[in-house]
């Protein structure tokens, strides 16, 4: 008599990547989240001399305006972590929530959410960032929004074709017959199953966010330069000589970006194995 | 609740299915054309017929699943079909539905417990949290230990899990519960003691059945009355013993030739054997059987046989050459 979790987790167990990987983006969190504890200079404060290559009392060297890099680049993951976990957590409701209301209701309202989201996922999301960000204040939070209300199309789809296939269970039906609510079906019993997929979809989405707010703010459409995140610290690295003789402004962001990225990835795929019910 | 005013009455039920079969032509699937039965408080009705007669599609009529293109449905004399879900909601905790497939109707990722208590709650049978004794007293009835409500559905037989269904189709108190081929998916052992479960709940509970299924001694088992469904009609109704002692229509003669037996009586007349598939697409005036019936003739094939009494006692047939035929002994 396990639990559904317990099962889950000891197949999750077997892939050995995985769990390192859930162990280091665990660590990389941690860090993030003590990021005031931890480090030894505020993001913003000029800590010694400028442009100064890594040693004892600057793990990470320092910037062209004398800040510490080390402590920059833990505010830098904590504001990136933040800004990708709150854009998929913001596209994984609206995407759960159309898709299911697509999937249930079916008809006319299924069609018009559908084209809705082949709409969304047509337009170019550059294009709609330039222009949400001509409209809109720049700032961390427009961002998530942005970034947000571009991701859910894949989730929505998702879940609309996972709804679909248990509308034609006998459960489904037995729920029917009992004479369930349509708020019972939806949120205990459809719910608790179309979790599983999406939570490995979640997990690129998450991806996928690290590397737009990257993109976005190396751009310079992203985070306001003011705030320290993984993309503003490689757009300070954008010149040759920085490039090429100072590694240390933009090796470590570069590489916490892609250790982040590839570790939700292995993280993922174990989830979609583990969750996988006909294992 | 007399036998005077019937649990559920059926009246002229027809449903036809449409496919798209090319850009302007359809292509219509008549499953059921005009049937009709009452039940009665406390008793069996059995609905028999192979597969694609439109045995399974009258149970999702009453049900609600599907909408009646004609006919009623009625439900100690209250409309139902057609009815709103919203309106239909309240009333669905007294007449309940237990599936074939016992495996795929219980959610997978709760306990027993939980399938169980839902339900319940939300119908307000028991207090929410109130529901453990209620359960207890339920796995009891359908004869599984208590610890079973902690465990999931995949970890039971097939058997078991069909007990989990009828706990849950109990569980709210229902005046008649619909069982749409119950035990066609077991082995033959665990079908006799599912039947003879059924059989008890329903002499303890005074709960009306609308059984369906294809086995003809299943159905013989559970049923009081019985209907035999051919090409979406009923093409003979009688009391449970009376059609097996003495049936009227050629293709109920057939389904019983098709039983193993070793009945000395039977061997006077010839068997009648059918052969091959349904006949003709079901859309002409004809009878629908006649294609494998031994005693059709030209008549047949111009206008199909009303339902008609075969004696007082409400033995039905539709078929004018009841009686003819090849000779019983």
Sequence with gaps: MESHFGIVFRRFCRHRMALVSLIVLGVMILMAVFA????????????????????????????????????????????????????????????VLLGMAAGYFGGRIDQAIMSFTDMVMSFPYILL????????????????????????????RLVRGSVLSLRETVFFKSDITAG????????????????????????????????????????GMGVPVTTPSLGNILKGAESITILTGKPWLWVPAGTVIIVMVTCINFVGDALRDAMDPKN | MTSASPVLEVRHLSKTFWEKDGLLRRAGNRAVQDVGFTIAAGETFGIVGESGCGKSTVARLVMGLEKPDAGEVLFHGQRIDGLPERRLRPLRPRFQMVFQDSGSSLNGRKRVRDILAGPMIWHGVVPRGGAQARIDELLDMVGLPRGAQARYPHEFSGGQRQRICIARALSLNPELIILDEPVSALDVSVQAQILNLLRDLQARLGVSYLFIGHGLGAVRYISHRIAVMYRGRIVETAASEELFAHPAHPYTRALLDAVPSTDWNRRGRARIVLRGEAYGSGWDDGCAFRGRCPCADAACARAACELSPIDGDGHLSRCARAGDGPERS
């Design chain 1, 180 to 219: 369930m609510p349509r708020r019972y079906i939806l949120f205990s019993e459809i719910l608790p199953n179309v979790i599983a997929p999406v939570l490995v979809y979640a997990t690129s989405v998450f991806a996928l966010s690290i590397l737009d707010e990257a993109a976005l703010s190396y751009l």
């Design chain 1, 36 to 95: 005031p504890l931890i480090a030894p200079y505020g993001p913003n404060k000029v800590a010694g001399g400028f442009s100064k290559p890594p040693d004892a009392e600057h793990l990470l060297g320092t910037d062209q305006s004398a800040r510490d890099m080390f402590s920059r680049l833990l505010y830098a993951m904590r504001v990136s972590l933040t800004v990708a976990a709150a854009a998929t957590l913001i596209s994984t409701a609206i995407g």
């Design chain 1, 129 to 156: 960032v330039l222009v949400a960000a001509a409209i809109f204040e720049p700032g961390m939070w427009s961002i998530v929004l942005i970034l947000g209300f571009v991701d859910w199309p894949g989730i929505a």
